[in-house]
């Protein structure tokens, strides 16, 4: 497999920020009680993700080892900073549903992370590969989390993305007429259940693809012996 194609299968499936890694639960658990907010959430965290990657790789060979954890958190808070004033700028109404989430996202360790262990031992191309990846692999993690909490919890889908978004997201709207929604899901413990369930249901698909796996190595093996 090539680098390039191990990078884009790491960011949305293997290493997958939220249901492999397991990291950047605040913003995960707090900002998906819909699935525009899990959107809005995990575009702002791909910006970021995108913009420190290629700065770390760039500035790689000149930052000093023992104090490349200052400038990395100095880096990333200069380009949430200027996220967090541009959402603020282009898209107020998602910025004050977010909130305090977005200037959090520099204490992320998902971003903190790929700038340890890729960024900084890659070339701009590939960090800005990878943290595109990753950044869509986070989106549509809370995307999907937020969407069933939306959806279980009160019968609709992108409610209210046109106004939180812009206009052109009117069509992701969806309303199942006469739910009424189980409140529970769109609470901070049904995150946790909607959650648990996610990550549970791709161990599963994980394990029949290995137990699948083994089953065509085992028939290939005796076809040959025989």
Same mark, same amino acid.
């Given at each position: 497999?090539?680098?390039? =194609?191990?990078?884009?299968?790491? !960011?949305?499936?293997?290493?997958?920020?939220?249901?492999?890694? &397991?990291? !950047?639960?605040?913003?995960?658990?707090a900002?998906?009680?819909?699935?525009?907010? !899990?959107?809005?959430?995990?575009?702002?965290?791909?910006?970021?993700?995108?913009s $420190?990657?290629?700065?770390? $790789?760039?500035? =790689?060979?000149?930052?000093?080892?023992?104090?490349?954890?200052?400038?990395?958190?100095?880096? /990333? %808070?200069?380009?949430?900073?200027?996220?967090?004033?541009? /959402?603020?700028?282009?898209l107020?109404?998602?910025?004050?549903?977010?909130?305090?989430?977005?200037?959090?996202?520099?204490?992320?360790?998902?971003?903190?992370?790929?700038? *340890?262990?890729?960024? %900084?031992?890659?070339?701009?191309?590939?960090?800005?590969?990878? !943290?595109?990846?990753?950044?869509?692999?986070?989106?549509?993690?809370? /995307?999907?989390?937020? @969407?069933?909490?939306e959806?279980?919890?009160?019968?609709?889908?992108?409610?209210?993305?046109?106004m939180?978004?812009?206009?052109?997201?009117?069509?992701l709207?969806?309303?199942? *007429?006469?739910?009424? @929604?189980?409140?529970l899901?769109?609470?901070?413990?049904?995150?946790?259940?909607?959650? @648990?369930?996610?990550v549970?249901?791709?161990?599963? &698909?994980?394990?029949?693809?290995?137990? =699948? %796996?083994?089953?065509? @190595?085992?028939g290939?093996?005796?076809?040959?012996?025989?």
């Amino acid at each position: 497999m090539s680098e390039v =194609r191990r990078v884009v299968r790491d !960011g949305l499936w293997d290493s997958n920020v939220v249901f492999a890694q &397991m990291l !950047g639960m605040c913003p995960t658990l707090a900002t998906t009680g819909s699935a525009t907010n !899990g959107l809005g959430m995990g575009l702002a965290t791909t910006v970021v993700l995108v913009s $420190s990657g290629v700065l770390v $790789s760039l500035f =790689r060979n000149v930052i000093a080892r023992e104090v490349r954890i200052a400038i990395y958190v100095l880096l /990333m %808070s200069t380009v949430v900073t200027l996220v967090d004033m541009a /959402m603020n700028a282009w898209l107020h109404e998602l910025h004050k549903v977010l909130g305090l989430f977005i200037p959090l996202i520099v204490v992320n360790c998902a971003i903190m992370g790929r700038a *340890e262990a890729f960024a %900084s031992k890659r070339a701009p191309g590939m960090a800005a590969l990878d !943290g595109l990846m990753m950044g869509i692999g986070f989106t549509l993690a809370l /995307m999907v989390l937020g @969407g069933v909490r939306e959806a279980i919890g009160q019968g609709t889908l992108f409610a209210d993305a046109s106004m939180l978004l812009g206009e052109h997201f009117a069509f992701l709207e969806l309303r199942l *007429e006469g739910y009424r @929604g189980v409140l529970l899901m769109i609470l901070p413990p049904g995150g946790f259940l909607a959650l @648990g369930f996610l990550v549970a249901a791709r161990q599963r &698909m994980l394990a029949r693809a290995r137990a =699948r %796996s083994l089953g065509a @190595g085992t028939g290939t093996g005796i076809t040959a012996g025989a």
